[in-house]
């Protein structure tokens, strides 16, 4: 096709956008540009051998071009479908991350919530033995017992240490030997608020006494026998326990003396 020196709007605008870009508007008229003419040229005799060529090929495949446009848009239509097929499997990719995520969170709060159960069980069962080895009032020792020691692993196994104010675990000596449940009961065996947690320690106590500053007889004894009531239900706190522990020695101190 012979390119034109000049032409009008309507014209124009019926050419392709490479065509455009040759022609420069002036005066609501459109010129070519001498300059780009040979390279518009070569561009579009290009583009017509790629047009013949492939108009060649479909002749020779019985296609015309009407069947060729309905295959260009069948296959844009399947890469559609498989781009969308992408992304639903992209979606179901990103859920099931998300549910193996969640399920792997799930067992290691159920390993947790075992182990935790397990160690519980296991310092129960030592504290349980300890008591009954030495003596001891299990209800009174046994909530004075639990921050004294915490349970540990090592080699695959659990063992229980003994703590100290610092909450670490407590040695007997420079050369670093631990502190054991054994050597606790004897310690509080000796003691004479714990004494008479014991039976036979023949210990009976300072007379201190008990957190709550009750100092005459019936406010002792009031207090001493709601502490033991809740002590056989083992609900007893920790200042609790050090309160009735006195509270019993004052009250065994007073029976001594009358």
Same mark, same amino acid.
């Given at each position: ?28 008229? #459109? ?36 069947? #060729?446009?309905? %295959? ?68 009174? %020792? ?28 407590? %040695? ?54 709601? %502490? ?31």
């Amino acid at each position: 096709m012979k390119l034109k020196n000049v032409v009008d709007a309507e014209e124009y605008e019926g050419y392709s956008e490479e065509r455009k870009s040759f022609y420069k508007e002036k005066n609501g008229k #459109y010129y070519l540009q001498a300059e780009d003419a040979v390279e518009l040229k070569n561009a579009l005799d290009k583009e017509r051998e790629k047009s013949d060529s492939l108009t060649a090929k479909l002749k020779e495949a019985g296609i015309n071009n009407e069947d #060729y446009q309905k %295959l260009k848009e069948a296959a844009r239509q399947r890469e559609a479908e498989d781009a969308k097929k992408r992304g639903d499997w992209e979606a179901l990719e990103t859920q099931l991350v998300q549910k193996h995520k969640e399920d792997v969170k799930a067992l290691k709060d159920e390993i947790k919530s075992i182990k935790s159960a397990h160690e519980a069980s296991f310092v129960n069962a030592q504290v349980a033995t300890a008591i009954s080895s030495a003596k001891g009032n299990s209800k009174l %020792l046994t909530p004075i017992l639990a921050n004294k020691v915490k349970a540990f692993e090592k080699d695959g196994e659990l063992h229980l240490a003994v703590l100290g104010e610092d909450g670490k675990p407590r %040695l007997k000596d420079g050369a670093g030997t631990p502190f054991t449940l054994n050597d606790l009961m004897t310690e509080l065996k000796a003691d004479q608020d714990y004494g008479n947690c014991f039976e036979g320690s023949g210990a009976t106590g300072g007379g201190t006494l008990p957190p709550s500053g009750i100092t005459n007889a019936s406010g002792v004894n009031a207090r001493y026998a709601e %502490l033991k009531a809740k002590a056989a239900q083992s609900q007893l706190t920790q200042a609790e326990g050090y309160e009735f522990v006195g509270l019993s020695s004052q009250i065994h101190a007073q029976s001594a003396k009358g």
